[in-house]
């Protein structure tokens, strides 16, 4: 039996189109090009209104919505505010209407959502809130996604499970990054730790400004990382640093920094 999605709240997911509203909404898009395409989209506009929908101002690209008519399904949150107020802890339908300027006219209304239409719903796009990320869910898109963002988080199918390919500072400590071999960046208070082409560890140091330079003289901050990460370097007293050619990698070994000439990644 495949898993099914649980409910996300203010997700998109793919309409269907399982009601009479969806599919006079397709019908009436479907005839773009028509002679009476104008005609068309006023009466469907009128017929949207009678059902309650109401006009909703969206930045484009939010949604995930792209071509007019295009349609999404959504759950509104229980503390909904603003426009969908009303709506709140409702499944409503979103449609791109019209286009104009920095925002797309939309048109909101609810819908009525069956359990049985419910569960095969298809949630859109691959960007999810940690709040979603329940183990239902990652288990639904290990079936469905070969890679999705949870959180701002890469996760990768693996076995058929969902992974998550960030790899925690104390099982990078600990010398146990070989057994994540999905892993390919640790998250650090100031900087990431990166895994190169080559298969190797590299720190990129920071401060709270995202600008950091690390020297040779300055490595004694980085004992605790494993032997064999490499920590980025610039030359002291090259002038910007951050010009290619200027910078250079330092290898933790048994016998302590060594300096890697050549900058392979």
Known sequence: MEPVCPRLSNHPYDDPAH????????????????????????RLRLNLWRLGYVFLP?????????????????????????????LAG?????????????????????????????????????????TNASPQ??????????EVYVGGVKHVPINGSMVSTRLSKREFVARRAEDYPEADHVLLKHGR?????????????????GKRFVHQGELHEFEWLPIGALVECHEKD???RYVPGHEFRMERTVDGWKRLDEWST
């Open 19 to 42: 009601d009479p509203a969806g599919k006079m909404i397709q019908e009436a898009f479907a005839q773009h090009g028509a002679k009476n395409y104008r005609e068309i989209k006023r």
């Open 58 to 86: 969206v930045k484009h690209g939010r949604y995930s919505m792209g071509y007019l008519g295009d349609s999404i399904l959504m759950h509104m949150i229980p503390k909904k505010r603003g426009i969908l107020g009303p």
């Open 90 to 130: 409702k499944w409503v339908r979103i449609i791109h209407f019209d286009s104009g300027g920095l925002t797309m006219g939309c048109l909101a209304g609810e819908v009525h959502m069956p359990e049985s239409v419910e569960k095969t719903l298809v949630p859109r796009g691959t960007e999810f809130s940690k």
């Open 137 to 146: 869910l990652l288990a639904y898109l290990a079936t469905q996604q070969k």
């Open 193 to 209: 730790i990166r895994r190169g082409k080559d298969g190797k560890w590299t720190l990129y140091p920071s401060d709270e400004t």
């Open 238 to 240: 090259k002038f910007p």
